[in-house]
């Protein structure tokens, strides 16, 4: 018999954990030397822990740099690089590829099919083609709809173990006393906050075998909550995709996005009420060509503000969640329309501004500039967020994270938050799809 072949995977503390654990983990073909991070700060330089690795990793496998890609692969002699992470545009993806290659290594993608996990429970999926498409409304959307029609509703969220990986196997969230108790980051809470608020129970971690083992104890339906446009964790009785015509031909342009849109049985084109009609009209003929067979529903995602006459012809600031200016690489969000539609006298730019970990994040993401981007991955991250709020000149504060900001941080400003839901333009579309997955 030959030497394992030697494995290096390409991740960002999520997808890549999860491949690991589902295909690599008992393999005696492979040895898995390291991991490497993008896209999070604060994974780099860390390990993968021998208690999660088990028992071929007695010392843990290290987390790397990704900047550290070629001599990785040459000093550790990989066979093959593993990519697995999510929303790159399709050419960053061959650029990784390439470098892989001519350092010496193969580069695998693998399938959604080969990573998978079987549910004992209807799963519904919930997906993206970009980070801040829109699935976040429309899981919160679908959760409603489920327990309105009586069945006990368990969202399970793509992985975002920031922290003590050890303690983050399997964390359940049933109440926000969950949410301090398992030091939830501002990007968790972004994500968890909102299903709590509509009642329902999340589950998030690294093991997602162990975790639906748990959810299937409780749940009469799993619904699947992406993260960034990964492809789903567990095989879906109904996967719904969601799309957005604010980036037309990002639906083709981005990986996994597009896969997921090949995958779909729904497509759900958000935020018609904010693009223009042939950009909506677009991304439409876009998928139909990529996906004849999926259902196509449009939505809008119309956005309130609680209280507008606090922003009403003052200048104010607009914090939106960090992911969306980041990862997704917009330059606004839903805060911006909100600012506006409640009369904003002017948005200011907070960028001058910026405290420490945050001027790094605009250096990193230029296109963000203008709007504060809720960063939050640490204790000091928050602190910085507070203080860039604190050093802009503004007379408000338009939040639209999904969370309540002030639970985990207090500044002067007057706070206003800006909320959005997903609406059918047709009502009940989403409900026959979920009928017709399930046998209801």
Same mark, same amino acid.
């Given at each position: 018999m030959g030497s394992p072949r030697r494995v290096v995977i390409l991740g960002a503390a999520g997808r890549d954990f999860h491949n690991f654990n589902t295909v690599f983990r008992d393999s005696p073909d492979d040895q898995v030397v390291a991991f490497t991070a993008a896209q999070?700060?604060?994974?780099?330089?860390?390990?993968?822990?021998?208690?999660?690795?088990?028992?071929?990793?007695?010392?843990?496998? !290290?987390?790397?740099?990704?900047?550290? %890609?070629? @001599?990785?692969?040459?000093?550790?002699?990989? =066979?093959?690089?593993?990519?697995?992470?999510?929303?790159? !545009?399709?050419?960053?993806?061959?650029? %990784?590829? @390439?470098?892989?290659?001519?350092?010496?290594? =193969?580069?695998l993608l693998q399938s959604a099919a080969h990573t998978m996990l079987a549910s004992t429970v209807p799963v519904v999926a919930v997906t993206a083609v970009r980070t801040g498409a829109g699935k976040s409304q429309t899981t919160r959307y679908l959760s409603r709809m489920l327990r309105d029609l009586g069945k006990r509703v368990v969202a399970v969220r793509h992985p975002m173990p920031y922290g003590d990986l050890e303690r983050q196997v399997c964390q359940r969230f049933a109440d926000y006393e969950d949410l301090d108790r398992h030091e939830c980051t501002i990007e968790e809470r972004e994500e968890y906050e909102p299903h709590l608020d509509s009642g329902a129970v999340v589950y998030a971690g690294i093991d997602y075998a162990q975790i639906l083992a748990a959810a299937e104890e409780e749940a009469d339906v799993i619904l699947w909550d992406g993260g960034n446009n990964d492809l789903p964790f567990y095989r879906p009785d109904l996967h719904i995709v969601v799309a957005d015509p604010l980036r037309p031909g990002d639906e083709r342009r981005y990986h996994p996005g597009e896969a997921n849109v090949r995958m779909a049985d729904v497509v759900v084109v958000n935020k018609c009420d904010s693009a223009r009609p042939a950009d909506v009209a677009a991304v439409e003929e876009s998928v139909r060509a990529l996906n004849p067979e999926a259902v196509l529903i449009r939505a809008n995602s119309p956005v309130t503000v609680d209280d507008p006459e606090l922003v009403r012809g003052r200048d104010v600031i607009v914090v939106e969640d960090g992911p969306t200016l980041t990862h997704g690489s917009m330059s606004w969000g839903a805060g911006v329309v909100g600012a506006r539609a409640a009369g904003a006298a002017s948005i200011v730019d907070p960028s001058p501004y910026a405290v420490g970990s945050l001027a790094t994040t605009y250096r990193e993401y230029p296109n963000a500039a203008g709007i504060l981007p809720a960063m939050g991955y640490g204790a000091r991250q928050v602190a910085d967020l507070a203080a860039t709020i604190e050093a802009t000149p503004c007379d408000a504060v338009v939040s639209a994270t999904p969370i309540d900001l002030?639970?985990?941080?207090?500044?002067?400003?007057?706070?206003?938050?800006?909320?959005?839901?997903?609406?059918?333009?047709?009502?009940?579309?989403?409900?026959?799809?979920?009928?017709a997955a399930l046998g209801l």
């Open positions: 999070i700060p604060n994974i780099a330089g860390r390990a993968y822990p021998a208690s999660l690795a088990g028992p071929q990793y007695p010392q843990g496998i !290290p987390i790397v740099p990704e900047s550290e %890609l070629t @001599s990785l692969v040459e000093r550790e002699q990989v =066979d093959v690089a593993v990519f697995a992470y999510s929303d790159l !545009p399709h050419e960053r993806v061959m650029h %990784l590829a @390439s470098q892989c290659l001519a350092a010496g290594a =193969d580069f002030t639970r985990v941080l207090s500044v002067s400003k007057p706070l206003v938050r800006a909320r959005y839901d997903l609406r059918e333009q047709e009502p009940g579309s989403l409900e026959r799809a979920v009928k």
